[in-house]
Protein backbone atom coordinates (compact mmCIF):
# COMPACT_ATOMS: atom_id res chain seq x y z
CA UNK A 1 0.00 0.00 0.00
CA UNK A 2 1.38 3.56 -0.81
CA UNK A 3 0.81 6.04 1.38
CA UNK A 4 0.16 9.82 -0.28
CA UNK A 5 1.25 12.33 2.67
CA UNK A 6 -0.21 15.81 2.09
CA UNK A 7 2.65 18.23 2.84
CA UNK A 8 2.96 22.21 4.31
CA UNK A 9 5.53 23.77 2.26
CA UNK A 10 5.73 27.64 3.30
CA UNK A 11 1.69 28.16 3.01
CA UNK A 12 1.89 26.01 -0.22
CA UNK A 13 0.77 22.21 -0.43
CA UNK A 14 2.79 19.26 -1.37
CA UNK A 15 2.52 15.92 -1.71
CA UNK A 16 5.13 12.85 -0.73
CA UNK A 17 4.74 9.36 -1.81
CA UNK A 18 6.25 6.77 0.88
CA UNK A 19 6.96 3.20 -0.24
CA UNK A 20 8.97 0.26 0.85
CA UNK A 21 11.56 -0.81 -1.86
CA UNK A 22 13.23 -4.52 -1.57
CA UNK A 23 16.95 -3.32 -2.01
CA UNK A 24 16.77 0.36 -0.45
CA UNK A 25 14.20 0.16 2.52
CA UNK A 26 12.11 3.31 2.94
CA UNK A 27 11.65 5.89 0.09
CA UNK A 28 10.14 9.15 -0.74
CA UNK A 29 9.45 11.51 -3.45
CA UNK A 30 7.86 14.64 -3.04
CA UNK A 31 5.90 16.60 -5.75
CA UNK A 32 4.06 20.11 -6.14
CA UNK A 33 0.90 18.38 -7.45
CA UNK A 34 -1.91 15.75 -5.78
CA UNK A 35 -2.47 14.37 -9.84
CA UNK A 36 1.50 13.91 -10.17
CA UNK A 37 1.53 12.09 -6.50
CA UNK A 38 -1.19 9.91 -7.82
CA UNK A 39 0.34 8.82 -10.81
CA UNK A 40 3.82 8.32 -9.84
CA UNK A 41 1.97 5.63 -7.01
CA UNK A 42 0.12 4.02 -9.93
CA UNK A 43 3.80 3.56 -11.60
CA UNK A 44 4.82 2.12 -8.06
CA UNK A 45 2.16 -0.54 -7.96
CA UNK A 46 2.63 -1.41 -11.28
CA UNK A 47 6.13 -2.77 -10.28
CA UNK A 48 5.09 -5.16 -8.04
CA UNK A 49 6.78 -3.93 -5.14
CA UNK A 50 5.58 -4.28 -1.22
CA UNK A 51 4.12 -0.76 -0.08
CA UNK A 52 2.98 0.22 3.07
CA UNK A 53 2.49 3.00 5.05
CA UNK A 54 4.96 4.08 7.23
CA UNK A 55 2.49 4.95 9.99
CA UNK A 56 -0.84 2.83 10.83
CA UNK A 57 -3.40 5.64 11.07
CA UNK A 58 -6.62 5.32 13.60
CA UNK A 59 -9.69 6.74 13.20
CA UNK A 60 -9.22 8.96 16.14
CA UNK A 61 -6.27 10.26 14.65
CA UNK A 62 -8.20 10.82 11.74
CA UNK A 63 -11.26 12.87 13.07
CA UNK A 64 -8.81 14.24 15.38
CA UNK A 65 -6.85 15.94 12.20
CA UNK A 66 -10.06 16.81 10.21
CA UNK A 67 -11.45 18.52 13.14
CA UNK A 68 -8.03 20.41 13.35
CA UNK A 69 -7.65 21.34 9.95
CA UNK A 70 -11.40 22.64 9.52
CA UNK A 71 -10.93 25.25 12.30
CA UNK A 72 -8.25 26.88 10.34
CA UNK A 73 -10.15 26.31 6.92
CA UNK A 74 -9.27 22.61 5.17
CA UNK A 75 -7.67 22.39 1.66
CA UNK A 76 -8.32 25.97 0.79
CA UNK A 77 -12.06 25.85 2.46
CA UNK A 78 -13.34 28.59 4.39
CA UNK A 79 -12.93 27.40 8.04
CA UNK A 80 -16.19 25.42 9.28
CA UNK A 81 -18.88 27.08 11.63
CA UNK A 82 -17.79 27.18 15.16
CA UNK A 83 -21.48 25.42 15.92
CA UNK A 84 -20.39 22.64 13.71
CA UNK A 85 -16.85 21.92 15.43
CA UNK A 86 -18.59 21.46 18.57
CA UNK A 87 -21.14 19.29 17.21
CA UNK A 88 -18.41 17.64 15.30
CA UNK A 89 -16.41 17.33 17.95
CA UNK A 90 -19.74 16.08 20.69
CA UNK A 91 -20.11 12.83 18.33
CA UNK A 92 -16.86 12.34 17.85
CA UNK A 93 -15.91 11.96 21.58
CA UNK A 94 -19.39 10.70 22.59
CA UNK A 95 -19.90 7.94 19.73
CA UNK A 96 -17.43 7.48 17.19
CA UNK A 97 -14.04 7.44 19.15
CA UNK A 98 -15.85 4.58 21.87
CA UNK A 99 -16.68 2.57 18.90
CA UNK A 100 -14.15 3.00 16.23
CA UNK A 101 -11.02 4.98 17.80
CA UNK A 102 -8.88 2.35 18.56
CA UNK A 103 -9.07 0.89 14.69
CA UNK A 104 -6.85 1.19 11.83
CA UNK A 105 -8.37 2.83 9.02
CA UNK A 106 -7.04 0.45 6.59
CA UNK A 107 -8.96 -2.45 8.81
CA UNK A 108 -12.39 -1.53 7.68
CA UNK A 109 -14.03 -3.00 4.47
CA UNK A 110 -17.36 -2.93 3.89
CA UNK A 111 -18.51 -6.05 6.54
CA UNK A 112 -17.05 -3.97 9.24
CA UNK A 113 -18.71 -0.59 8.04
CA UNK A 114 -22.17 -2.23 8.51
CA UNK A 115 -20.79 -3.74 11.98
CA UNK A 116 -20.09 -0.22 13.03
CA UNK A 117 -23.36 0.91 11.83
CA UNK A 118 -24.87 -0.99 14.11
CA UNK A 119 -22.86 -0.10 16.86
CA UNK A 120 -23.04 3.55 16.46
CA UNK A 121 -27.27 3.39 16.43
CA UNK A 122 -27.22 0.94 19.29
CA UNK A 123 -24.76 3.18 21.22
CA UNK A 124 -26.11 7.13 20.14
CA UNK A 125 -29.07 8.52 22.02
CA UNK A 126 -31.26 8.55 18.88
CA UNK A 127 -31.14 7.62 16.14
CA UNK A 128 -31.02 11.70 14.81
CA UNK A 129 -27.59 11.35 16.86
CA UNK A 130 -26.54 8.55 15.40
CA UNK A 131 -27.35 9.74 12.05
CA UNK A 132 -25.29 12.64 12.70
CA UNK A 133 -22.30 10.84 14.02
CA UNK A 134 -21.75 8.45 11.08
CA UNK A 135 -21.81 11.19 8.35
CA UNK A 136 -19.23 12.89 10.19
CA UNK A 137 -17.29 9.72 10.26
CA UNK A 138 -17.87 9.43 6.35
CA UNK A 139 -16.59 13.03 6.05
CA UNK A 140 -13.56 11.61 7.58
CA UNK A 141 -13.24 8.65 5.75
CA UNK A 142 -14.17 10.74 2.75
CA UNK A 143 -11.53 13.12 3.01
CA UNK A 144 -8.95 10.05 3.91
CA UNK A 145 -9.73 8.61 0.71
CA UNK A 146 -9.61 12.44 -1.98
CA UNK A 147 -7.43 14.48 -0.43
CA UNK A 148 -5.42 12.20 2.01
CA UNK A 149 -5.03 9.36 -0.51
CA UNK A 150 -4.95 7.46 2.75
CA UNK A 151 -6.83 4.23 1.69
CA UNK A 152 -8.29 3.90 -1.96
CA UNK A 153 -11.76 4.09 -1.14
CA UNK A 154 -14.47 5.02 1.56
CA UNK A 155 -16.05 1.78 3.51
CA UNK A 156 -19.01 3.53 4.02
CA UNK A 157 -19.40 5.39 0.46
CA UNK A 158 -23.31 5.41 0.19
CA UNK A 159 -24.22 3.56 3.86
CA UNK A 160 -26.71 6.30 5.66
CA UNK A 161 -28.61 5.74 9.21
CA UNK A 162 -32.49 6.49 8.48
CA UNK A 163 -34.05 8.26 11.20
CA UNK A 164 -37.61 8.02 9.96
CA UNK A 165 -39.74 5.67 8.04
CA UNK A 166 -41.07 6.54 4.60
CA UNK A 167 -43.73 9.05 3.69
CA UNK A 168 -43.54 9.59 8.09
CA UNK A 169 -43.14 13.56 8.76
CA UNK A 170 -40.62 15.19 9.96
CA UNK A 171 -40.98 16.41 13.85
CA UNK A 172 -41.27 20.01 14.10
CA UNK A 173 -43.06 21.35 16.73
CA UNK A 174 -44.97 24.88 16.60
CA UNK A 175 -46.94 26.44 18.69
CA UNK A 176 -51.13 26.60 17.81
CA UNK A 177 -52.75 29.90 16.84
CA UNK A 178 -54.61 29.92 19.70
CA UNK A 179 -50.78 29.81 21.49
CA UNK A 180 -48.77 32.41 19.22
CA UNK A 181 -52.06 34.69 20.29
CA UNK A 182 -51.11 34.15 23.35
CA UNK A 183 -47.37 35.10 22.73
CA UNK A 184 -48.22 38.13 20.92
CA UNK A 185 -50.55 39.41 23.82
CA UNK A 186 -47.95 38.19 25.98
CA UNK A 187 -45.34 40.28 24.67
CA UNK A 188 -47.09 43.57 23.71
CA UNK A 189 -47.78 43.73 27.87
CA UNK A 190 -44.18 43.33 28.74
CA UNK A 191 -43.82 45.80 26.02
CA UNK A 192 -46.25 48.44 27.30
CA UNK A 193 -45.26 47.44 31.22
CA UNK A 194 -45.50 50.19 34.12
CA UNK A 195 -42.46 48.36 35.17
CA UNK A 196 -39.65 50.75 34.01
CA UNK A 197 -36.78 48.09 33.25
CA UNK A 198 -39.23 45.27 31.94
CA UNK A 199 -40.70 48.20 29.13
CA UNK A 200 -36.86 49.08 28.89
CA UNK A 201 -35.88 45.88 28.02
CA UNK A 202 -38.74 44.84 26.06
CA UNK A 203 -38.44 48.60 23.47
CA UNK A 204 -35.47 46.25 21.91
CA UNK A 205 -36.78 42.91 22.59
CA UNK A 206 -40.48 43.49 21.14
CA UNK A 207 -39.62 44.93 17.56
CA UNK A 208 -36.86 41.60 17.80
CA UNK A 209 -39.75 39.12 18.22
CA UNK A 210 -41.73 40.38 15.44
CA UNK A 211 -38.83 40.37 13.31
CA UNK A 212 -38.39 37.16 14.02
CA UNK A 213 -41.98 36.14 13.56
CA UNK A 214 -43.02 38.48 10.10
CA UNK A 215 -39.54 36.85 8.52
CA UNK A 216 -38.78 33.65 9.07
CA UNK A 217 -34.83 34.72 9.62
CA UNK A 218 -33.05 32.64 11.95
CA UNK A 219 -32.11 34.11 15.69
CA UNK A 220 -28.28 33.82 14.53
CA UNK A 221 -29.22 36.13 11.68
CA UNK A 222 -31.53 38.35 13.77
CA UNK A 223 -28.62 39.19 16.11
CA UNK A 224 -26.18 40.20 13.56
CA UNK A 225 -28.80 42.70 11.80
CA UNK A 226 -26.83 46.08 11.11
CA UNK A 227 -28.55 49.27 10.28
CA UNK A 228 -26.91 49.18 6.76
CA UNK A 229 -28.61 45.50 6.21
CA UNK A 230 -32.06 47.86 5.78
CA UNK A 231 -33.15 49.35 2.62
CA UNK A 232 -34.57 52.48 2.58
CA UNK A 233 -37.70 52.91 4.61
CA UNK A 234 -37.24 49.99 6.33
CA UNK A 235 -38.82 48.13 3.67
CA UNK A 236 -36.34 45.32 2.91
CA UNK A 237 -34.05 43.52 5.28
CA UNK A 238 -30.46 42.00 3.59
CA UNK A 239 -29.19 38.56 5.50
CA UNK A 240 -25.72 38.68 4.88
CA UNK A 241 -24.07 37.40 8.59
CA UNK A 242 -24.73 35.48 11.41
CA UNK A 243 -23.66 35.56 15.33
CA UNK A 244 -22.00 32.20 16.68
CA UNK A 245 -22.99 31.12 19.83
CA UNK A 246 -20.35 31.37 22.12
CA UNK A 247 -18.86 27.65 22.69
CA UNK A 248 -15.85 27.95 25.17
CA UNK A 249 -15.39 31.91 25.63
CA UNK A 250 -14.27 33.02 22.32
CA UNK A 251 -14.02 36.62 21.26
CA UNK A 252 -16.73 38.67 20.31
CA UNK A 253 -15.19 39.71 16.75
CA UNK A 254 -14.22 35.71 16.11
CA UNK A 255 -17.98 35.06 16.08
CA UNK A 256 -18.75 37.36 13.28
CA UNK A 257 -19.95 34.90 10.72
CA UNK A 258 -21.48 35.10 7.19
CA UNK A 259 -24.73 33.03 7.04
CA UNK A 260 -24.19 28.98 6.66
CA UNK A 261 -24.93 29.18 2.81
CA UNK A 262 -25.10 30.73 -0.43
CA UNK A 263 -29.05 30.10 -0.55
CA UNK A 264 -29.16 31.63 3.45
CA UNK A 265 -27.90 35.30 1.94
CA UNK A 266 -31.18 36.71 0.72
CA UNK A 267 -33.47 39.67 1.14
CA UNK A 268 -36.72 39.23 2.85
CA UNK A 269 -39.66 41.78 2.97
CA UNK A 270 -39.83 43.52 6.26
CA UNK A 271 -43.91 43.70 7.39
CA UNK A 272 -45.30 47.34 7.33
CA UNK A 273 -46.57 46.55 11.41
CA UNK A 274 -43.07 46.13 12.23
CA UNK A 275 -41.85 49.72 10.78
CA UNK A 276 -42.83 51.76 13.41
CA UNK A 277 -41.26 49.49 16.73
CA UNK A 278 -37.74 49.69 14.52
CA UNK A 279 -37.97 53.08 13.69
CA UNK A 280 -38.20 54.15 16.95
CA UNK A 281 -35.44 51.28 17.79
CA UNK A 282 -33.08 53.15 15.44
CA UNK A 283 -33.47 56.49 16.61
CA UNK A 284 -33.01 55.55 20.42
CA UNK A 285 -29.35 54.44 19.92
CA UNK A 286 -26.29 55.03 17.29
CA UNK A 287 -24.93 51.81 17.48
CA UNK A 288 -24.46 49.30 13.90
CA UNK A 289 -26.30 46.82 15.31
CA UNK A 290 -30.17 47.17 15.16
CA UNK A 291 -30.35 44.98 18.22
CA UNK A 292 -27.29 46.18 20.60
CA UNK A 293 -26.51 44.82 24.30
CA UNK A 294 -25.73 47.94 26.96
CA UNK A 295 -22.65 48.13 25.74
CA UNK A 296 -23.56 49.06 21.95
CA UNK A 297 -22.40 45.67 20.57
CA UNK A 298 -24.29 42.52 19.77
CA UNK A 299 -26.64 40.50 21.93
CA UNK A 300 -25.76 36.61 22.88
CA UNK A 301 -27.93 34.01 22.09
CA UNK A 302 -27.97 32.48 25.75
CA UNK A 303 -29.19 36.07 26.69
CA UNK A 304 -32.01 36.35 24.71
CA UNK A 305 -33.27 33.31 25.03
CA UNK A 306 -33.45 33.89 28.70
CA UNK A 307 -34.39 37.16 29.69
CA UNK A 308 -37.05 37.44 26.32
CA UNK A 309 -38.23 34.01 24.99
CA UNK A 310 -38.10 31.94 28.29
CA UNK A 311 -39.68 34.86 29.96
CA UNK A 312 -42.44 35.52 27.15
CA UNK A 313 -43.63 31.92 27.10
CA UNK A 314 -43.99 31.68 30.70
CA UNK A 315 -45.66 34.56 30.67
CA UNK A 316 -48.32 33.68 27.93
CA UNK A 317 -48.43 30.07 29.81
CA UNK A 318 -47.75 28.21 26.66
CA UNK A 319 -45.85 25.24 25.88
CA UNK A 320 -41.73 25.78 25.98
CA UNK A 321 -40.40 25.36 22.44
CA UNK A 322 -37.08 26.36 21.44
CA UNK A 323 -36.72 30.18 20.04
CA UNK A 324 -36.69 28.63 16.19
CA UNK A 325 -39.99 27.59 16.38
CA UNK A 326 -40.76 31.28 15.20
CA UNK A 327 -39.41 30.19 12.16
CA UNK A 328 -41.38 26.95 11.81
CA UNK A 329 -44.30 29.10 12.96
CA UNK A 330 -44.07 31.66 9.76
CA UNK A 331 -42.87 28.88 7.90
CA UNK A 332 -46.13 26.87 8.33
CA UNK A 333 -48.22 30.17 7.89
CA UNK A 334 -47.07 30.79 3.66
CA UNK A 335 -47.42 27.08 3.13
CA UNK A 336 -50.56 27.04 3.81
CA UNK A 337 -51.20 29.66 2.43
CA UNK A 338 -49.84 28.11 -0.74
CA UNK A 339 -46.61 30.00 -1.21
CA UNK A 340 -43.90 27.55 -1.06
CA UNK A 341 -41.21 28.99 -3.53
CA UNK A 342 -41.83 32.39 -1.46
CA UNK A 343 -41.32 30.53 1.74
CA UNK A 344 -38.04 28.72 -0.07
CA UNK A 345 -37.03 32.09 -0.86
CA UNK A 346 -37.50 33.83 2.46
CA UNK A 347 -35.99 31.11 4.86
CA UNK A 348 -32.84 30.55 2.78
CA UNK A 349 -33.68 26.72 1.81
CA UNK A 350 -32.03 25.76 -1.46
CA UNK A 351 -34.64 24.11 -2.88
CA UNK A 352 -37.95 24.34 -2.69
CA UNK A 353 -38.79 20.86 -2.87
CA UNK A 354 -36.98 20.77 0.42
CA UNK A 355 -39.38 23.45 1.62
CA UNK A 356 -42.26 21.29 0.88
CA UNK A 357 -40.43 17.49 2.55
CA UNK A 358 -40.14 20.06 5.60
CA UNK A 359 -43.42 21.49 5.95
CA UNK A 360 -45.95 20.22 3.43
CA UNK A 361 -47.36 17.30 6.33
CA UNK A 362 -49.33 20.61 7.54
CA UNK A 363 -51.54 20.58 4.83
CA UNK A 364 -53.91 18.34 5.39
CA UNK A 365 -56.93 18.52 2.46
CA UNK A 366 -57.01 14.84 1.37
CA UNK A 367 -53.96 15.33 -0.66
CA UNK A 368 -54.97 17.89 -3.71
CA UNK A 369 -53.26 21.23 -2.70
CA UNK A 370 -50.44 19.46 -1.91
CA UNK A 371 -50.01 17.85 -5.53
CA UNK A 372 -50.67 21.31 -6.58
CA UNK A 373 -47.66 22.59 -5.39
CA UNK A 374 -45.51 19.64 -5.73
CA UNK A 375 -46.45 20.78 -9.24
CA UNK A 376 -45.91 24.03 -9.14
CA UNK A 377 -42.90 23.28 -7.29
CA UNK A 378 -41.37 21.14 -10.25
CA UNK A 379 -41.92 22.84 -12.60
CA UNK A 380 -39.25 24.63 -14.89
CA UNK A 381 -41.24 27.11 -15.87
Same mark, same amino acid.
Given at each position: ?17 ? =? ?10 ? +? #?? %? ?24 ? $? ?5 ? &? ?11 ? &? ?32 ? !? ?19 ? *? ?94 ? #? ?9 ? $???? *?????PKPLR ?9 ? %? ?5 ? #? ?7 ? &? ?5 ? =???? *? ?15 ? *? ?8 ? /???? /? ?6 ? #? ?22 ? &? ?8 DGGTRL !? ?8 ? +?
Amino acid at each position: MVELVKLGCGGQTAFAVV =WLDPEHGELERK +F #SS %RAEAMLFAGSIKSLGNSLRPTKPVLV $SELCKKY &LIESRAGRDGALP &LAQATLVSYQHHFSKTIEPVVGTLRIDQIDRNLA !REIQRAIIFRATSRDAASRAF *NFLKTCFMWATTELGLVPNSPFEKMRIQTRRRGQPKRIKIHSENEMSRIKSAAFDLYTSSNKRTREAWFTYYPMLLLLMGTGIRISECLGIQRRDF #SENLKDLSICR $SIEK *NHGGRPKPLRVVDVKSGSSE %RTVPVPN #SITPFLEDL &LQAHSSV =WVFP *NGGGSFRDYDTVRQRMW *NRLVSSAQVR /HLGI /HSLRHYYA #SELIRAGFVKEAQRNLGHHSAAFT &LDMYGHLIDDGGTRL !RELANDVSSP +F
